[in-house]
């Protein structure tokens, strides 16, 4: 199969979170399955300054901006996906970040940039860059494509389209003033296709008219089916619920192996755990926390915003303490919490390191390092850093949604019979709750033959891109066959 892969961002040219990584490892284990796929991504000033080796394969005339684009050809880093980059300067050639501004705010022509984006999508797929190859099928990711199903429908004889919802919260909304100036058509602007409560909404274009959706994790699916996860948007998801499938997130353990990762002091496997301590006492210094080994070490990595429970984890701090227990965080987001983390890690420099901002290196050390891993998500669609640290013998203490609840086996006397615990789950989202899931954790890590068993489960959970790569391409073909059949049915309708 031909395969377009369209995603705003691509680990490693450009991350700001699981999207990038998703895109980043999927489309190599698919090529890895014999398939032609090719990912198409903005050309942003930070992509272009590390990218080698391209070369300009075509120049697009699109509707609604005077410049031309040019379509720049390369390879993704790490392996041989074909890459394409779309580069109009006026709209992705600045500093910053993919959506925001160095201080944070969404740029304010992010409507027109993606539109921009989205066009030069449709032009690849069909066909009229003149590159001389058309993909089967456009595999869109999230708001900033979800024009391109609709584009793609109201085109003849154009491929299929799947749309994945990686984060159904980011949906890429707009008002009328906006949606007025991008130029795009005036029957868009309606219940039956983008408006939304008196927006213009990008990711209801993919729900509306991608010919299959998909989301990061089967939990996540039927969680969006209800109000409380739906964010609006469930009635809708639930009368495409036949055309809906949750297929889990992988990971790339060529990357995340603590067997390989060159990133952490000192290398180790499951038969080389004793190791870890010593990436343990590294993490400990580099944040200078005492360094002892028989002091639980927690973790977080994150963004520092709602969703993720951080207030949660606020609220449950001067209990860890007690317990004479540390906790280092890597991550950024609301001002508010970034503070808040800050001024108690100022009250209690001896229990808790904190480093605002995204390091990837040091995201690595802190999975080497730690022994207990928080992700309190109040939400969660697939979520990454919990099978991270499974492989890195970093046990997760999950809330149970999402992804976490797929990824993770709580510990009860039961799992811990089978041997199949891999972590710690608590389902409300409350401080109590989490700190109650926190207690479990503690007492099962002052036990060492115990602990020692649910690290070594969880170091032997498989969760590579080779099966979820494999369910995509089933979903592919089977897309591209109802595609196929559709003129031949109309064609009979008529007749």
């Not at 990971?251 to 038969?271: A, E, F, M, S």
């Not at 209690?348 to 690595?364: C, N, Q, R, V």
């Amino acid at each position: 199969m031909n395969i377009l892969f369209a995603s705003s961002e691509v680990h490693p040219l450009i991350k700001t979170g699981g999207l990038a990584d998703v895109s980043g490892s999927l489309p190599r284990a698919i090529l890895g399955l014999h398939h032609d796929i090719r990912v198409i991504i903005p050309a942003y000033r930070e992509i272009l300054r590390q990218a080698q080796h391209l070369t300009l394969v075509a120049h697009l005339e699109l509707e609604g901006i005077s410049l031309p684009v040019r379509i720049l050809s390369g390879r993704l880093p790490g392996g041989n996906v074909k890459l394409y980059l779309v580069d109009s300067p006026p709209h992705f050639d600045r500093t910053g970040k993919p959506y925001t501004t160095s201080n944070g705010s969404p740029w304010s022509d992010n409507a027109e940039r993606f539109t921009v984006f989205c066009r030069a999508i449709h032009a690849l797929a069909v066909n009229a860059a003149g590159l001389d190859w058309e993909p089967d099928i456009v595999h869109c990711n999230d708001w900033q494509t979800g024009l391109v199903p609709v584009m793609l429908k109201e085109t003849p004889a154009a491929p299929a389209s799947i749309f994945t919802i990686h984060n159904l919260a980011y949906q890429g909304l707009f008002d009328w003033k906006t949606f007025n100036a991008l130029k795009l058509p005036a029957d868009w602007w309606s219940v039956d296709a983008f408006e939304f409560h008196d927006k213009f909404s990008f990711i209801k274009g993919g729900l509306v008219h991608a010919d299959w959706l998909t989301t990061v994790s089967p939990n996540y699916a039927r969680e969006i089916c209800t109000p409380e996860f739906g964010c609006g948007l469930e009635g809708l998801i639930t009368h495409r619920k036949e055309t809906l499938t949750g297929i889990l997130n992988g990971v790339d353990y060529t990357v995340w192996n603590p067997g390989r990762d060159l990133h952490i002091p000192v290398q180790y496997n499951r038969r080389s755990l004793f190791h870890k301590t010593e990436n343990k006492r590294e993490l400990q210094e580099r944040f200078a926390l005492p360094v002892d080994n028989a002091i639980p070490l927690f973790a977080v990595i994150s963004r520092l915003v709602e969703q993720k429970g951080i207030d949660l984890i606020l609220d449950i701090l001067p209990e860890l303490v007690k317990q004479n227990a540390q906790l280092v965080v890597l991550g950024s987001g609301d001002s508010q919490l970034e503070d808040a983390l800050q001024r108690a890690g100022s009250r209690h420099p001896k229990h808790i390191g904190i480093h605002i901002g995204y390091d990837e290196t040091l995201a690595h050390c802190i999975e080497g390092g730690a022994d207990i891993f928080l992700m309190p998500s109040r939400f969660e669609p697939c979520g990454l850093n919990q099978i991270y640290s499974l492989r890195y013998g970093t046990v997760p203490v999950v809330r149970r949604t999402g992804g976490l609840a797929d990824t993770i086996v709580d510990t009860t006397a039961e799992t811990l019979a089978d041997k199949t615990a891999t972590g710690f789950c608590f389902q409300a989202s409350t401080a109590p709750a989490l700190w109650s899931s926190i207690k479990r954790a503690l007492n099962h890590y002052r036990k060492p033959d115990i602990w020692e068993q649910i690290v070594d489960t969880g170091m032997r959970q498989d969760f590579s891109w080779k099966r979820s790569a494999q369910q995509y391409t089933e979903l592919y073909a089977r897309v591209i066959a109802q595609r196929q059949k559709r003129p031949l049915l109309e064609k009979i309708a008529v007749q």
